[in-house]
């Protein structure tokens, strides 16, 4: 038996690591900073321009050899290098897993098939750069011979999620004329709403699409294509109105859109790990193709770190292991992701897809049942906002939930004191998680003794803080590719594969078959089970009404 194919819990690191919690779980965050006063300053880590603080852990020095001796025995330097080397790693679709391919620099080889990726990525790069520049300065002009005021970018999942994070996190860097729309839901109000105020003479939209057939997007594409007809008139007009992001020419011919322009992908990046490919054009177009050149430097500058350097002082790996840490040993189901900047807004949700799409899976590589956790459920909001709601149950919850909280030194909005403000109160909340306050100094406030475990804060609650510069689209780029490879890192361990989503089918092909069912004109003769013939039924009956 190779050392890959020996389940995780019968592994030497996981066993140690088992015995090590027991003595750890005792351990209270604050006997952990009073033993080792550097505690602070020595269990943090800082790497291309991100400062990743993770002494309020609940962890020693121990404890992270342990989990990088798992790492090791689960082969994942191996499995990075195969990685890196384009392997077909996404066993389950036949693929390689190259994201790192578009965002390496043009003198770089990365191989697949035999085939040198690079320069093509490159030109697409240059061709959406082109593109971008024409629409920011007007050259482009819409069928009547107007500008684009407009953007719509219509995708859905990894079409969407990507690009619309990106937009709001990067809107400082934006063309502020431009008004950018995303449209992704299915739901007839998403498109109503997003056109509203538009103008079709002024609107451009980018339908994003690897397949080109997802039920979503072709559905809004083809309202889209309704909508700017009805002004338009002739059908000569979707050509300069319609661009298609996708790998399937055929289809977007088909739809009436110029293969020109149409903007091409490739098999080999995942829907959820593809903002950086022409996934991103409405995102190149708001912010310029400067700026997100700059993206895809922060992008490679994290690959790099991942791919060279020593786990012990590899951001992703680390952050990967402590997930580990705490989802199979302390059995934390959720991880809070905590930015305090607004710009951050869309990040958690962006961060839903990457971390639960890739590794919410209970089967392994080889094809077994898992029986020890795997993903946990991410979500969060950015601070502040978030502490005037939820953060009651992380402080006072009965669940242990670890925090990554994410900040600026500085803000691209100075307007005092409000950054100050801001970051006091990210700073106070790790505080308050990892210390709290105990009985004794309730009472020494003043507090009645009835009060007091209400007031009682018992703290050693997990944190990570990772701290950067300044917002800037390569820090974004680090960001983002920070919580791929941490994602990647947990696949490993966890042995599964990360790439597939085999779970989001059965959902759809059930739709599939509920589709003509609601819309024959005579009752359709269901043969579902009785809770969804009902549903069905009574929907049929009350749609109308
Ligand atoms: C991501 C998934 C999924 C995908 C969407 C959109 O990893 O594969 O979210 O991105 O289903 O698919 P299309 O781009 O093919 O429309």
Same mark, same amino acid.
């Given at each position: 038996?190779?050392?890959?194919?020996?389940?995780?819990? *019968? +592994?030497?690191?996981?066993? @140690? $690591? #088992?015995?090590?919690? /027991?003595?750890?779980?005792? =351990?209270?965050? %604050?006997?952990?900073?009073?033993?080792?006063? *550097? +505690?602070?300053?020595?269990? @943090? $880590? #800082?790497?291309?321009? /991100?400062?990743?603080?993770? =002494?309020?852990? %609940?962890?020693?020095?121990?404890?992270?050899?342990?989990?990088?001796?798992?790492?090791?025995?689960?082969?994942?330097?191996?499995?990075?290098?195969?990685?890196?080397?384009?392997?077909?790693?996404?066993?389950?679709?036949?693929?390689?897993?190259?994201?790192?391919?578009?965002?390496?620099?043009?003198?770089?080889?990365?191989?697949?098939?035999?085939?040198?990726?690079?320069?093509?990525?490159?030109?697409?790069?240059?061709?959406?750069?082109?593109?971008?520049?024409?629409?920011?300065?007007?050259?482009?002009?819409?069928?009547?011979?107007?500008?684009?005021?407009?953007?719509?970018?219509?995708?859905?999942?990894?079409?969407?999620?990507?690009?619309?994070?990106?937009?709001?996190?990067?809107?400082?860097?934006?063309?502020?004329?431009?008004?950018?729309?995303?449209?992704?839901?299915?739901?007839?109000?998403?498109?109503?709403?997003?056109?509203?105020?538009?103008?079709?003479?002024?609107?451009?939209?980018?339908?994003?699409?690897?397949?080109?057939?997802?039920?979503?997007?072709?559905?809004?594409?083809?309202?889209?294509?309704?909508?700017?007809?009805?002004?338009?008139?002739?059908?000569?007009?979707?050509?300069?109105?319609?661009?298609?992001?996708?790998?399937?020419?055929?289809?977007?011919?088909?739809?009436?859109?110029?293969?020109?322009?149409?903007?091409?992908?490739?098999?080999?990046?995942?829907?959820?790990?593809?903002?950086?490919?022409?996934?991103?054009?409405?995102?190149?177009?708001?912010?310029?193709?400067?700026?997100?050149?700059?993206?895809?430097?922060?992008?490679?500058?994290?690959?790099?770190?991942?791919?060279?350097?020593?786990?012990?002082?590899?951001?992703?790996?680390?952050?990967?292991?402590?997930?580990?840490?705490?989802?199979?040993?302390?059995?934390?189901?959720?991880?809070?992701?905590?930015?305090?900047?607004?710009?951050?807004?869309?990040?958690?949700?962006?961060?839903?897809?990457?971390?639960?799409?890739?590794?919410?899976?209970?089967?392994?590589?080889?094809?077994?049942?898992?029986?020890?956790?795997?993903?946990?459920?991410?979500?969060?909001?950015?601070?502040?906002?978030?502490?005037?709601?939820?953060?009651?149950?992380?402080?006072?919850?009965?669940?242990?939930?670890?925090?990554?909280?994410?900040?600026?030194?500085?803000?691209?909005?100075?307007?005092?004191?409000?950054?100050?403000?801001?970051?006091?109160?990210?700073?106070?909340?790790?505080?308050?998680?990892?210390?709290?306050?105990?009985?004794?100094?309730?009472?020494?406030?003043?507090?009645?003794?009835?009060?007091?475990?209400?007031?009682?804060?018992?703290?050693?609650?997990?944190?990570?803080?990772?701290?950067?510069?300044?917002?800037?689209?390569?820090?974004?780029?680090?960001?983002?590719?920070?919580?791929?490879?941490?994602?990647?890192?947990?696949?490993?361990?966890?042995?599964?594969?990360?790439?597939?989503?085999?779970?989001?089918?059965?959902?759809?092909?059930?739709?599939?078959?509920?589709?003509?069912?609601?819309?024959?004109?005579?009752?359709?003769?269901?043969?579902?089970?009785?809770?969804?013939?009902?549903?069905?039924?009574?929907?049929?009956?009350?749609?109308?009404?």
């Amino acid at each position: 038996m190779s050392t890959n194919s020996v389940y995780l819990t *019968q +592994r030497p690191a996981w066993k @140690a $690591l #088992e015995e090590h919690y /027991l003595t750890i779980h005792s =351990s209270h965050l %604050r006997e952990l900073f009073a033993d080792n006063p *550097q +505690r602070g300053e020595q269990l @943090a $880590l #800082e790497a291309i321009g /991100l400062y990743l603080d993770y =002494s309020k852990n %609940r962890i020693t020095k121990t404890t992270i050899e342990l989990l990088v001796s798992l790492a090791e025995e689960a082969g994942l330097r191996e499995r990075i290098d195969a990685l890196f080397r384009g392997e077909k790693i996404n066993i389950t679709e036949g693929r390689a897993v190259l994201h790192m391919a578009l965002r390496a620099p043009r003198d770089q080889a990365i191989m697949v098939d035999g085939v040198n990726v690079i320069p093509e990525v490159h030109a697409v790069l240059d061709k959406m750069a082109a593109f971008a520049d024409q629409v920011r300065s007007g050259d482009w002009k819409g069928y009547t011979g107007k500008r684009i005021r407009n953007v719509v970018n219509i995708g859905i999942g990894g079409s969407d999620l990507g690009p619309v994070m990106a937009y709001e996190a990067l809107r400082y860097y934006s063309d502020h004329n431009l008004t950018m729309r995303f449209v992704s839901n299915i739901d007839g109000t998403d498109f109503i709403e997003a056109i509203r105020d538009l103008d079709p003479t002024e609107t451009l939209f980018i339908i994003s699409s690897k397949t080109f057939t997802t039920l979503e997007t072709m559905t809004n594409a083809r309202s889209a294509r309704d909508w700017c007809l009805r002004v338009l008139g002739d059908q000569q007009a979707v050509a300069r109105h319609f661009v298609a992001v996708s790998t399937n020419a055929a289809e977007v011919e088909k739809f009436g859109i110029d293969t020109a322009n149409m903007f091409e992908f490739w098999d080999w990046v995942g829907g959820r790990y593809s903002m950086d490919a022409a996934i991103g054009l409405s995102l190149m177009i708001a912010i310029g193709p400067e700026h997100f050149r700059a993206m895809l430097a922060g992008f490679h500058a994290m690959d790099e770190h991942f791919r060279t350097a020593p786990f012990e002082r590899n951001l992703p790996v680390l952050m990967g292991l402590l997930t580990v840490w705490y989802s199979n040993f302390f059995g934390a189901e959720t991880t809070a992701v905590l930015p305090y900047d607004q710009y951050l807004k869309r990040f958690p949700a962006y961060l839903q897809q990457l971390t639960m799409e890739s590794n919410g899976k209970y089967i392994t590589l080889d094809g077994s049942p898992i029986g020890y956790q795997t993903s946990p459920i991410y979500w969060g909001e950015p601070g502040t906002n978030g502490q005037h709601s939820f953060y009651q149950l992380i402080h006072q919850g009965t669940k242990l939930i670890p925090c990554d909280f994410i900040g600026f030194c500085q803000t691209l909005n100075p307007i005092s004191p409000h950054h100050d403000l801001l970051m006091a109160n990210l700073f106070a909340q790790s505080e308050a998680l990892a210390f709290g306050k105990t009985a004794e100094e309730v009472k020494a406030g003043g507090t009645e003794d009835w009060l007091v475990p209400h007031r009682t804060f018992v703290g050693n609650r997990p944190s990570n803080t990772i701290l950067a510069e300044r917002l800037t689209p390569e820090t974004l780029g680090k960001l983002v590719a920070l919580y791929e490879h941490s994602v990647f890192t947990q696949g490993v361990i966890w042995q599964i594969n990360s790439f597939d989503q085999w779970g989001v089918e059965l959902g759809k092909a059930l739709a599939n078959r509920i589709i003509p069912e609601l819309q024959s004109a005579d009752d359709p003769q269901l043969t579902h089970d009785n809770s969804t013939n009902t549903l069905i039924r009574r929907y049929r009956a009350m749609r109308s009404k």
